[in-house]
């Protein structure tokens, strides 16, 4: 099988990794579920098609020819993943990771470097800049697909972690606005939408006390039409539901209320 990044690509040599390729991607098993979203920024155009092509079922790709062209497209779109070369024309792969890396985007994509700079210094520095792999041309485009699959698993786990809040047997899973208890207590709690808003809020602040005024503010950012004196009621009937679980509301008198962990019996 022929590689990706030979140094002296021509006709014949695309057609031969064409075929390859198309080998690669009947054979390297069932297309995932959900695409991934990468950004390739590669300047050569042999490269670019053959990357294009060994990862035509795994992902949806956008490429970047340059390193400004590329920070021009991430401050428009959102990625998994970023393949980027190390020499581009008007930089190196490196500064532009490293400006992401200081960037303040809540979730900054995954990092493939994919280069012919294969010193043990210059690995060093695509890892210290951000890097997540770095693979060193030629390269197999079956390897390439299978790297590229690992980061985009990795970026799912990651996304999940941060819609999944956890707090001992207690599980909220803030995308399908859902909680839960694990086993042996384990089941769905039937929370209506603001108990579970006020639980997740306190939830992610554990031991921290909410005043009734606070706990109002959360609830009217909803526009969830609710009183003081409502308050008392969701988290009373809250307190009820979580009988089984490791964690509760806690009632501060003349304060306001918190989420913590049971006190042993």
């Known amino acids: 099988m022929e590689l990706i990044g030979t140094d002296t690509p021509n006709v014949d040599i695309i057609g031969k990794l064409l075929e390859s390729i198309d080998y690669v991607i009947d054979t390297a098993g069932a297309k995932e579920d959900a695409l991934g979203r990468i950004l390739l920024v590669e300047d050569s155009p042999d490269t670019q ?16 020819s340059t390193q400004n062209e590329a920070l021009r497209i991430i401050k428009q779109q959102e990625f998994d993943l970023l393949i980027v070369d190390v020499q581009l024309p008007d930089g190196n792969g490196f500064g532009l990771c490293s400006t992401l890396l200081t960037d303040s985007h ?27 792999d770095y693979l060193v041309k030629p390269v197999y485009p079956l390897e390439l697909r299978a790297r590229v699959q690992a980061q985009l698993r990795q970026c799912r786990e990651t996304v999940l972690q941060m819609n999944t809040l956890k707090a ?39 031991g921290q006390v ?55 019996a």
Do not use: W
């Open 49 to 64: 098609l053959l990357v294009q092509r060994a990862l035509e079922s795994t992902a949806e790709l956008t490429v970047a």
């Open 106 to 132: 809540a979730m900054r994509p995954r990092i493939l470097f994919l280069t012919g700079k294969g010193e043990l210094a210059d690995k060093l520095t695509g890892f210290s800049v951000g890097g997540d």
């Open 168 to 206: 001992g047997n207690l599980r909220l899973d803030m995308h399908a606005y859902q909680a839960s208890v694990e086993a042996p207590a384990g089941g769905p709690l039937d929370l209506t939408p603001t108990e579970f808003k006020l639980l997740s809020q306190m939830a992610r602040h554990e």
């Open 210 to 264: 909410f005043s009734r005024e606070q706990l109002l503010q959360i609830l009217k950012g909803g526009k969830v039409h609710v009183t003081d004196r409502t308050i008392d009621a969701h988290l009373c009937r809250l307190r009820k539901k979580l009988a089984a679980c490791t964690h509760s509301v806690e009632s501060i008198y003349g304060v306001g209320y918190r989420f913590l962990k049971k006190s042993a």
